[in-house]
């Protein structure tokens, strides 16, 4: 009886330590989640012209067309891209080396821009490109704005965190942040050359 009744209490306390180290998983997602929205909370997108943009075209037989605007506001690079007759659903965007979209599916816009040669993953994680922007949804009508900010890039600085001449890339799937090199975001819909 004693060892059935210290069976019983090993396995509650076996599912205590998972459903916790569960509820932790969840609370550090959560987290990061609440701080990438906080991070955009306030954002003030500048008045008048962008300081550079790109105009989306569409790629792999897809009918997606766009906007990236790029504004520089104290310190910041803001990014305002827009969508319209996309497929519904999450989508990656990343930037790319080579600013060329001449290839039907995209590819002529080399890998994820990645200056500081490190692992492709989530923005402000461990690691990441800074071409990894992240992903961004697609309503049912084929449309979405999205907006993100840091200072980790430049305008036009020369420097090698320079987004001039890099192209910004809309890809088939959402990414996964985690897969190498590129988070398993499939093809290739959408390119632009910033600048």
Request: with cysteine.
């Amino acid at each position: 009886m004693q060892m059935r009744t210290l069976f019983v209490i090993l396995s509650f306390a076996i599912v205590l330590i998972a459903a916790a180290g569960c509820d932790k998983a969840h609370q550090a997602a959560a987290e990061h989640a609440e701080a990438a929205h906080d991070a955009l909370e306030g954002v003030h997108v500048p008045e008048g012209d962008p300081t550079v943009s790109a105009t989306v075209d569409a790629k792999s037989g897809s009918t997606l067309t766009g906007s990236a605007e790029f504004y520089e506001n104290d310190g910041m690079i803001i990014l305002v891209l827009k969508v319209q007759n996309a497929p519904p659903g999450v989508h990656a965007v990343h930037l790319h080396d080579v600013g060329d979209c001449s290839a039907d599916d995209g590819t002529s816009a080399g890998g994820h821009w990645n200056p500081t040669a490190v692992d492709h993953g989530a923005w402000g994680g461990e690691a990441f490109h800074l071409g990894d922007i992240g992903n961004f949804e697609v309503d049912e009508t084929g449309a979405a704005e999205h907006t993100f900010n840091t200072d980790l890039w430049s305008i036009g600085s020369g420097d090698a965190n320079d987004i001039v001449g890099r192209a910004i890339i809309i890809h088939e799937k959402q990414d996964d942040l985690t897969s190498q090199p590129t988070g398993a975001a499939g093809g290739r819909i959408g390119c632009g050359v910033v600048g």
